[in-house]
Nanobody
Framework: QVQLVESGGGLVQSGGSLRLSCAAS????????MAWFRQAPGKEREFVTA???????YHADSVKGRFIISRDNAKNTVYLQMNNLKPEDTAVYYC??????????????????WGQGTQVTVSS
């Protein structure tokens, strides 16, 4: 059974940094796209960034130049380095993955497995 477990969330001041981790188990993920989504209170879940199994990355315009996604296939882990955080980045951050050899999608409906989420709060 596929499981994704996020960690690394917390409270940080505006301009600060955080690094989120997503540990995957129950399958082989080196050939799967991995993505981060976020959901702020009262808003829909939105795409943040993703990394294809070929290591090509995709970012939402709102985080370009500030967030970096990476993966360590040996550890079945994907990371999200968040720099220059802003109050509008406050949300629950979710890790997601799709079936092997799938394409990266910006639509949450295209992902099959999700973590429980980790809270990121940025104070002004």
């Amino acid at each position: 059974q596929v499981q994704l477990v996020e960690s690394g969330g917390g409270l940080v001041q505006s301009g600060g940094s955080l690094r989120l981790s997503c540990a995957a188990s129950g399958g082989v993920f080196s050939n799967s796209a991995m993505a981060w989504f976020r959901q702020a209170p009262g808003k829909e879940r939105e795409f943040v960034t993703a990394i294809h199994w070929t290591a090509v990355t995709y970012h939402a315009d709102s985080v370009k130049g500030r967030f970096i996604i990476s993966r360590d296939n040996a550890k079945n882990t994907v990371y999200l380095q968040m720099n220059n955080l802003k109050p509008e980045d406050t949300a629950v951050y979710y890790c997601a993955t799709s079936r092997p050899f799938g394409a990266v999608s910006l639509d949450s409906k295209d992902y099959d497995y999700w973590g429980q989420g980790t809270q990121v709060t940025v104070s002004s």
